[in-house]
């Protein structure tokens, strides 16, 4: 993330908050409509700050719903943004995976809804601390998915997600996932943005026709989701949902230059986010809170003399594939940091794998590491983050693999007790 | 990049037609829509193997039949009195159950 510079006028306020408190803010200034809510560690706090700006009247003309589970959850935000309403939901980890089955028809029915996950290790054994495996188990579901690696970014990432998602060619749910307690639970300064410019930034709230491809009227009944029988068109919705994936990633890079001329903070092209990478021979990618710690680790190896740079992906769906291919093909060695699992994988963990994938048939040659490590909230500091650089740079330069490696993947931090 | 080609269906909500028809996925709608259109699936009449028949001479038009159809396939006409739409009763036979005078009665179709 860069800076804003000084020269941005418009009021603004600057709060020592949360993350979940930055992701509370973040609904509230994009006006949400319809709030449905159920607590989960470490969501919890998200919708506590929203249940109390809507008890003290801060959130005029906002329904906020309590529901006796995430399922319930998820298919009242469906209910409401059927019926034409800007919607926020938020959860974390099991209460993610108890959604699971709306989480499908949110992006089915094309709802333009935003979910924060603040992620967490999925149980047994029981954690609830940061791990992405949960937000990655909703890959194929047809949401986009963007990891938010600042308190900052959690607050701009909301309203970022509201203009992308309800773009008339796009209208595809979106998840904002960042760590559980690494970002959730941590204060840090947050620029909250003045409500008139946020209100300029972003698209009108729906009137009551609702969005441009669904509407409930009761004057003109109307049916969706209903059965498409094999020789119907149900190919052919599937693949518009991937289609709409595939325009999404220059929406999404439109909009983030637009707010970054309307508010002044940058978040590279969009999709990722290059660090130090002009000049680097090994470089490593990561995303969420772990990506934002490597700038520091770059910047130390850097001035040890290592030609070493890094990658935040911002972006898991829709996957930057150009993007990628272009970073690969800059660097010899590239890490990939998974703080999250894919059991079996043949290719380490879950980004990796799409890293590699591809990689396959584009030309680059780069040699790729991935590197499985810090789940269920285990500490990845920044001395480790240095050794990772430094096992890239020496995978450059004599060609060895670190000596432990597990199937092809580096399971870096693992604990040995003498 | 092919353009996206659906059309807004809040834009002009009352000049919709009836049927729309798609030649491919880039003209389809993001989501499949249906209106209701009388016998849209077919005259489900075809279905009956009982069906019921109104004994003018004990029904009171007390309405109960009318009330209970799941199909809606009770009429009631201008004399106030209550009419079987065949072309769409299931022949559930709801109403023969639910009726206070036993007016209805269940004919197997063949037997009519």
Excluded at chain 2, 65 to 88: L, S
């Amino acid at each position: 993330m860069v800076e804003a510079k000084e020269d941005f006028t418009q009021e603004r306020e600057t709060k020592i908050i949360k993350g979940n408190v930055a992701a509370a803010y973040g609904a509230k200034s994009a006006r949400v409509q319809v709030i449905s809510a159920y607590p989960i560690t470490p969501q919890t706090t998200v919708v506590e700050k929203l249940s109390e700006f809507a008890d003290n009247g801060e959130m005029p003309g906002t329904q906020y719903l309590k529901f006796e589970s995430e399922h319930s959850v998820m298919a009242a935000t469906i209910g409401a943004s059927t019926a034409g309403t800007r919607t926020f939901t938020a959860t974390s980890g099991q209460g993610l995976f108890y959604m699971y089955e709306m989480v499908h028809w949110a992006a089915g029915a094309r709802l333009p809804i935003v979910t924060t996950i603040a992620s967490r290790g999925p149980a047994p054994p029981w954690n609830i601390w940061a791990d992405f495996t949960d937000i990655i188990s909703c890959r194929d579901t047809g949401w986009m998915i963007s990891f938010a690696s600042s308190h900052q970014e959690i607050y701009d990432d909301i309203l970022m997600s509201y203009k992308i998602s309800e773009d008339h060619e796009i209208l595809l749910p979106k998840f904002v996932a960042y760590g559980g307690f690494t970002l959730s639970h941590t204060s840090k300064p947050v620029t909250l943005e003045d409500q008139d410019a946020v209100d300029d930034f972003l698209p009108p709230l729906p009137d009551e026709r609702g969005w441009p491809h669904i509407f409930l009227d009761p004057e003109r009944p109307m049916m969706h989701g209903n059965l498409i029988m094999p020789s119907g068109f149900y190919n052919e919705f599937r693949l518009k949902i991937h289609y709409a994936h595939t325009i999404a990633k220059q929406k999404i890079k439109d909009v983030t230059t637009e707010f970054e001329k309307k508010f002044g903070r940058s978040y590279g092209n969009g999709l990722i986010e290059e660090y130090k990478m002009k000049d680097a021979e090994v470089a490593i990618l990561n995303y969420g809170e772990l990506a934002m710690q490597m700038e520091e680790a770059v910047d130390d190896l850097r001035n040890e003399g290592y030609k070493v740079g890094c990658v935040k992906l911002r972006y898991l769906r829709p996957f930057p594939v150009e993007d990628i291919i272009h970073i690969a093909n800059k660097v010899k060695v590239l890490g990939v940091a998974d703080r999250a699992t894919a059991f079996g994988s043949p290719t380490g963990g879950p980004v990796s794998s799409e890293v590699k994938a591809v990689l396959y048939g584009s030309g680059a040659s780069t040699k790729i590491l991935p590197i499985v490590m810090g789940l269920g909230g285990r500490e990845v500091g920044l001395e480790q983050q240095k050794n990772q650089l430094k096992v890239l740079t020496k995978l450059n330069e004599t060609g060895e693999f670190p000596k432990d490696m597990i199937e092809g993947t580096f399971w870096d931090g693992l604990l040995e007790l003498d | 990049m092919n353009k996206v080609k659906w059309k807004n269906i809040c834009e002009d909500k009352d000049k919709r037609p009836e049927v729309q028809e798609y030649k491919n996925w880039k003209d389809l709608p993001p989501i499949p829509i249906s209106f209701p259109i009388k016998g849209s699936i077919g005259t489900t009449g075809d279905w009956r193997t009982f069906k019921p028949v109104i004994d003018r001479d004990t029904c009171t038009k007390c309405g109960i039949c009318w009330m209970y159809c799941p199909e809606g396939t009770i009429i009631r006409n201008k004399e106030g009195e209550f009419e079987v739409d065949y072309v769409y009763c299931k022949g559930c036979g709801i109403c023969a159950k639910e009726c206070p005078t036993k007016s209805i009665e269940m004919v197997r179709e063949s037997e009519v």
